[in-house]
């Protein structure tokens, strides 16, 4: 394939030195912690009774300190959109990152779901090791230093402090009767119900599944504060005079009778994954309760119109509410849902005094709304409706390229919406600010009618754009994907009429889909200077086309055509 370097290559070298950096710091705390724990002193007497499985469990936890720390920071979506917004150091290529967070999460989610992995059969074979050496299963010094206790059961090295039940039972026992143990169990029970729950098929099926198994998360690190409370790996500690395990190891019998060998004292190591995680929890929280304050500020229906294909649409006034073209909101519709909260895309413009949204029905959540909408009665208000937001996303930066390609697929033109829309009140009002000088839009789309609610707000533009002398500046190709015989004969009995059969506009619907590797050489030949920015809100397949075509397409050659990719990610 004849790949060119191009602005995209940058963003993805930006991205992969992020992965690399964060990998390194895993890779670097899990080795160093592995060799702490596996030659250090203090350990000698605990690695003689678990072996390089002591190791093996606390490396994974260090890592999962770190994951952990990291894990609710990119669902902090107010302080990631302050981010992005607000701080002018905040380039295009970190705001292109801070985009990607999702895809963050899901990669520091798996690192949290490996390591927990490794640490839990590490202790479980731990546990069974303690069991064994309690009950004299091994060699002399074994026995030894799971028979120590003092007066105060605090300074022992074994945890597993009785032999009084079955030596069978006895781990499951310890597990859940301790600290650790149990809050362990709990733990991993609900990060496997979390993951397995965010699966794609699960996601896209049974979102609410999805949704309540995801709180599961306040257990998880409510487990995890506590559960180095436990302290079962324990340390030795100094006395005085010194207990030297060199010599004494082999001298079990004579610990404490002889000055060189003091009977040995141990001690569990502090907590520390509070310390860890303290700081992202409390700025979660701080996410959380603005989300309740906006929940609770008044949101009043302007107009509610049920749009061809199922599509609604809510005109909605929120007091102090702004908001930039392409931004996203929250909704929480409490009649349907207290705890449900669902991405829209906002399809109006910043100059208008209001924020409409578009919503096709796609599931229980969203064939419920319209339901509801559409057993009110005329000029109703609607139930109750939440808002969050707005919150950013690539296709804000639409208007720092001088050329934008904008590319929706089905309900995914929604932002494109708002950025059209955007455009039109900026060349009614003569802004001079306005630096996009072309537009390549494209629309595909399975049905005819999902192009009819559309089709007005093209209408507008198009006649706008040719009584200023503008023409060329906005080019609309729209793509009919799917069709029958019957519509196709009578498409070819009106293919002579001025405007199209389907959209009622003057530019002819196509049928199948973009020839892409033509449509990007059209646009570099008529742009042989200009930054592309390359925006997308449709599927996966769909990203990984554009995303190579922008890298073939963009020249070697700074002062030529450089193409970016974004893409919409919720």
């Not at 010194?242 to 009778?257: I, V």
């Amino acid at each position: 394939m004849d790949l060119h370097p191009s602005c995209c290559s940058d963003c993805n070298m930006s991205l992969l030195c992020l992965q690399v950096a964060w990998m390194g710091i895993n890779i670097f705390l899990f080795v160093w912690f592995y060799f702490f724990y596996d030659l250090g002193d203090q350990f000698f007497y605990t690695r003689h009774l678990l072996g390089s499985a002591l190791a093996w469990a606390r490396a994974p936890a260090a890592v999962l300190n770190f994951n952990c720390m990291l894990i609710l920071l990119p669902v902090c979506r107010n302080l990631l959109s302050l981010i992005r917004g607000s701080f002018m150091c905040c380039g295009r290529t970190m705001r292109k990152q801070l985009d990607k967070n999702l895809s963050f999460h899901k990669l520091v989610a798996y690192m949290i779901g490996l390591m927990t992995a490794v640490h839990m059969i590490a202790h479980l074979l731990n546990v069974e090791w303690y069991n064994n050496s309690r009950r004299g299963v091994y060699d002399k010094l074994s026995t030894a230093l799971s028979n120590l206790e003092d007066t105060e059961n605090t300074t022992y090295l074994n945890p597993i402090r009785t032999t009084d039940i079955d030596a069978q039972q006895t781990p499951t026992y310890f597990v859940f009767t301790t600290i650790a143990g149990l809050t362990g169990v709990i733990i991993t029970l609900a990060l496997i119900l979390i993951i397995t729950s965010s699966m794609e098929v699960i996601r896209r099926s049974y979102f609410e599944v999805f949704w309540y198994t995801h709180h599961l998360f306040i257990i998880f690190f409510a487990g995890l504060v506590f559960h180095g409370a436990g302290r079962i790996v324990r340390s030795q500690v100094d006395t005085s005079p010194a207990h030297n395990f060199t010599f004494c190891k082999d001298r079990s019998d004579d610990w404490g009778r002889i000055p060189e060998c003091p009977i040995p004292q141990f001690k569990g190591g502090f907590p520390q994954t509070w310390m860890w995680v303290i700081g992202p929890m409390f700025l979660y929280l701080c996410e959380r309760l603005l989300r309740f304050i906006r929940y609770i500020q008044a949101v009043t229906y302007r107009k509610i119109v049920m749009r061809p294909s199922k599509v609604l649409e809510l005109q909605l006034v929120k007091k102090g509410f702004k908001m930039e073209v392409g931004q996203y909101v929250f909704l929480n519709c409490p009649a349907i849902s207290q705890l449900e909260w669902h991405p829209f895309t906002m399809t109006s413009a910043p100059e208008e005094d209001f924020f409409s949204i578009h919503i096709r029905s796609a599931g229980d959540w969203t064939d419920k709304l319209i339901s509801i909408m559409e057993q009110l009665p005329e000029g109703a208000q609607g139930p109750k409706m939440g808002v969050d937001g707005p919150f950013g996303t690539a296709s804000e930066d639409v208007f720092d390229y001088e050329v934008s390609m904008l590319v929706g697929a089905g309900i995914g033109v929604t932002p494109f919406a708002s950025i059209l829309k955007s455009i039109w009140y900026k060349f009614k009002d003569s802004n001079p600010k306005l630096r996009t000088r072309k537009i390549y839009f494209y629309w595909l789309c399975r049905e005819t009618h999902a192009f009819e609610w559309f089709a007005d707000l093209l209408q507008v533009l198009e006649k706008e754009m040719e009584e200023r002398g503008m023409g060329d500046f906005l080019t609309y190709k729209l793509y009919l994907t799917g069709w029958d015989q019957s519509h196709a004969t009578h498409v070819m009995v009106h293919f002579d009429e001025d405007t199209d059969v389907v959209t009622g506009l003057k530019q002819k619907t196509h049928y199948g889909r973009p020839a892409w590797d033509k449509e990007f050489e059209q646009v570099r030949k008529e742009n042989p200077t200009s930054v592309v920015g390359t925006f997308l809100c449709g599927p996966v397949a769909l990203a990984k086309v554009l995303a190579k075509k922008c890298a073939k397409y963009s020249d070697v050659d700074p002062r030529k055509t450089k193409f970016y990719f974004n893409k919409e990610n919720f």
